[in-house]
C-alpha cells in the first residue's frame, strides 16, 4: 500500500527553515475629506427653535448638494433639541431650547472643499470640522503596500540564507502580521488627520480657503516562512 504524502512543517537538518517579518509603507494622495456640518438653533420658544433650525439645516443641505458630483456621501447624523432650565428658582422652569443637527459631507474635489467649508462657516450659528483626508477602502495604495511588504521578507530571507552559504527553497508559509485581515494601517480620521475647526463669525464674505491635503501613509506586514537549502557548515 503506497503510503500518503507528508508534509513536514517542523524544520529539519534537510530542510532548514527561516522565518521573517516584511514590512511596507506607501505614501499616496488623499482621495477623498469628510467634514463635519454642526448647526444649532437656540430660542423661548420649541416651536421657532425648530423652525429656525430646520431653515438652516436646509441652507447647508442646498450648499453641500450645489457640489454636483464631487460630493460622494451627505448623511444627516445626530439631531437634538432640548430645553434649557434657568438657574435661579425651584421647579422645571424652562429659560430657553436649544437644537443641533449633525451633518457629514465627503467630496473629491478639494478646490471646492474649500469654497465649501467657507461658505459653510459663514452660515449663522454654523460650525465646521475637519477636514478628515481618507484614501477609499480599495485604494491601490494598499495592494502596493502589500507588495513592498512581499518584497522585504524574500530579501531579508535571502540575506540570512547568503549569510550561511545557501539559498532559499521554498514557500512554506506567508500570512499577515495581524491575527485578521491585512496588517494596513494608516491615520486615523480623528487623530493622524489635520482637523481644523471653523465658525461663522461675520456676515461678510470671506475669501475660498486653501485647503493643502495632507498625504496619507499606508503600511503593511508579513510573516513569512521559507525552507532552505541544507548550508555546509
Not at 509603507?25 to 423661548?44: H, K, L, M, N, Y
Not at 494601517?185 to 464674505?205: D, H, I, L, N
Not at 485647503?211 to 525552507?227: I, M, S, W, Y
Amino acid at each position: 500500500m503506497e503510503e500518503p504524502d507528508v508534509t513536514h512543517e517542523h524544520a529539519t537538518p534537510d530542510a532548514p527553515q527561516v522565518t521573517v517579518r516584511g514590512e511596507g509603507r506607501r505614501e499616496a494622495d488623499p482621495e477623498f475629506a469628510r467634514i463635519w456640518v454642526t448647526v444649532s438653533a437656540r430660542g423661548r420658544d420649541r416651536t421657532e427653535t425648530l423652525t429656525d433650525l430646520t431653515r438652516r439645516n436646509a441652507r447647508v443641505l442646498d450648499l453641500v448638494k450645489a457640489q454636483g458630483d464631487t460630493v460622494e456621501r451627505l448623511e444627516t447624523g445626530r439631531l437634538s433639541i432640548s430645553p434649557e432650565l434657568g438657574r435661579r428658582g425651584r421647579g422645571e422652569h424652562v429659560h430657553a431650547f436649544v437644537g443641533r443637527v449633525r451633518i457629514t459631507a465627503e467630496l473629491t474635489d478639494f478646490t471646492a472643499l474649500g469654497e465649501l467649508v467657507t461658505r459653510l462657516a459663514d452660515l449663522e450659528m454654523t460650525s465646521v470640522d475637519g477636514p478628515w483626508w481618507e484614501l477609499r477602502p480599495d485604494s491601490p495604495a494598499y495592494a502596493e503596500a502589500r507588495r513592498l511588504a512581499v518584497t522585504e521578507a524574500v530579501r531579508r530571507a535571502r540575506a540570512y540564507a547568503e549569510a550561511l552559504g545557501t539559498s532559499l527553497a521554498s514557500l512554506v508559509e506567508l500570512s499577515d502580521a495581524g491575527l485578521g485581515g491585512s496588517e494596513m494601517s494608516m491615520p486615523p480620521a480623528f487623530a493622524g488627520a489635520r482637523r481644523v475647526a471653523f465658525a461663522a463669525e461675520s456676515a461678510g464674505e470671506a475669501p475660498p480657503l486653501d485647503l493643502e491635503p495632507q498625504r496619507q501613509t499606508v503600511t503593511a506586514e508579513v510573516v513569512a516562512r521559507f525552507t532552505m537549502r541544507p548550508p555546509a557548515l
